[in-house]
């Protein structure tokens, strides 16, 4: 996500490396740059154009700070002009309302049923919420299955009448079904439609001006580019829509929908779908965002996943160990659990400060974790608990088991003595109070 884009703003912010001043000379080539760096993210050209503008006119004559360079400063104008572009800040979803009502819509294809349990399960696993899934869409064959299927993997109720091919009244009954279950969230999967399609564009408005949900989300896929935006335009028009999700943002897209659409429609992105697990569903904030497109990193999204698997209690027994050289085999695969919980390494990496560009032509294999598991599950309780007696014969029959070669066992092995020992050295450090508070490590 945004790795074009990312590269070509590095390059255009190098052309004012070691320059004392920024000038109408020396900025006029960047800005082209980024220019075209948008343009080639499929940003609309009007767009791109206005926002290369304001970045020249807040830069134009700006002295630079003792210590800082012209290209810092350029980074700083743009990723504040990023966040203004986005949204500036992060807007959340509405759930007023007993029972609060999502209406869902969007183009064939576009991944919104998908987004519907994904939303559901965030609003259960996040919110605290109970909610209900209505299944709207009358059309597609086995899209009634799919969202049944769906909320059995993540034990939310899904409401059906297979018979009805009336959406509006499937939708009627199933907020009267959640209103005597206590289902306090329900939402409303509709059928995908073309933009062009009257019929099916009446359709949802009725359904919504007689419901009228406390939210209606646009679900879009970002790797229709520019034209998930102009299709954006022509939704709002007619259901007048609260905010977009923008689904498939871990595909070869170039970012473009998720620079415009805020500035073309005027409605706040309020989250990414970023993978095909039912909790890859990221809350969206501008800033953030900027930052990462920027190279900046994201530290306060990572230490936000560090902290949704924070077990405080967990974490004290752990200490303990750690400060007696106790720490085993058993201790290493719960936090192992613990960060796999929070997504795929290689993006977790990307949002620490400079990893991102570090990791560009990195394979950051995820699957290195399934080997420590193998081996680990090869051990005996005894020795997942006395790491000192593994000796030779143990660690054969270990790496035979796990289906590894002596050499791999040993290797994991010496990182983890490796590890305990770095670890007993860091008890002794004077870190500031509650300097890693959160971190599950």
């Known amino acids: 996500m945004f790795e074009n884009l990312s590269d070509r703003l590095d390059k255009a912010f190098k052309t004012l490396k070691g320059q004392g001043k920024i000038t109408e000379i020396n900025i006029a080539s960047t800005v082209k740059e980024i220019r075209r760096a948008l343009v080639e993210a499929d940003v609309n050209y009007k767009i791109a154009k206005d926002f290369t503008d304001k970045i020249k006119d807040k830069a134009m004559g700006e002295n630079v700070i003792t210590s800082v360079s012209p290209g810092q400063l350029m980074v700083k104008i743009v990723k504040d002009e990023l966040t203004a572009l986005m949204g500036t800040n992060h807007e959340d979803i509405s759930i007023s309302g007993n029972p609060a009502v999502i209406l869902m819509s969007g183009l064939q294809g576009s991944g919104k049923t998908t987004l519907s349990g994904k939303l559901a399960n965030y609003l259960k ?101 520019q034209d998930a935006v102009n299709t954006a335009k022509t939704f709002n028009e007619r259901i007048d829509f609260d905010g977009v999700v923008l689904t498939k943002m871990d595909g070869d897209t170039r970012g473009g929908a998720a620079l415009s659409i805020r500035y073309q429609v005027e409605k706040p992105i309020k989250f990414l779908s970023t993978g095909e697990k039912l909790d890859a569903l990221d809350v969206f904030h501008p800033e953030r965002m ?73 394979d950051v294999d995820d699957g290195e974790f399934n080997k420590i598991e193998a081996i680990i599950y090869s051990m005996t309780m005894e020795e997942r608990e006395n790491p000192p007696i593994l000796n030779g014969s143990r660690r054969r029959r270990i790496a035979e088991g796990s289906g590894n070669s002596i050499q791999d066992v040993n290797a994991f092995i010496k990182q983890f003595d490796q590890m305990q020992k770095m670890m007993k050295k860091m008890q002794g450090m004077n870190f500031s109070k509650g300097a890693f508070k959160g971190l599950p490590f």
Request: charged share 25%.
């Open 125 to 225: 696993t996040k919110k605290g919420k109970n909610p209900l899934l209505v299944a709207c869409d009358v059309y597609r064959p086995a899209a009634i299955e799919q969202i049944k299927i769906l909320g059995e993997q993540i034990g939310v109720e899904v409401y059906a009448e297979e018979g009805n091919k009336n959406p509006l009244n499937i939708a009627l009954n199933g907020v009267s079904h959640a209103k005597l279950h206590s289902n306090n969230v329900v939402i409303i999967d509709t059928a995908g439609r073309l933009a062009i399609d009257e019929s099916m564009m009446v359709e949802i408005e009725s359904i919504k001006n007689t419901i009228k949900p406390s939210e209606t989300l646009f679900v879009v896929d970002a790797m229709t580019g």
């Open 290 to 362: 900027a930052q990462r497109i920027l190279g900046m990193g994201d530290i306060v999204s990572l230490v936000e996943k560090a902290q949704e698997q924070y077990d405080a209690e967990q974490a004290k027994k752990l200490q303990k160990k750690i400060a007696k050289n106790q720490l085993n085999f058993n201790d290493f695969l719960d936090q192992l659990k613990q960060i796999r919980k929070m997504g795929n390494m290689k993006d977790l990496l990307g949002m620490i400060p400079g990893m991102g560009k570090a990791l560009k032509d990195v």
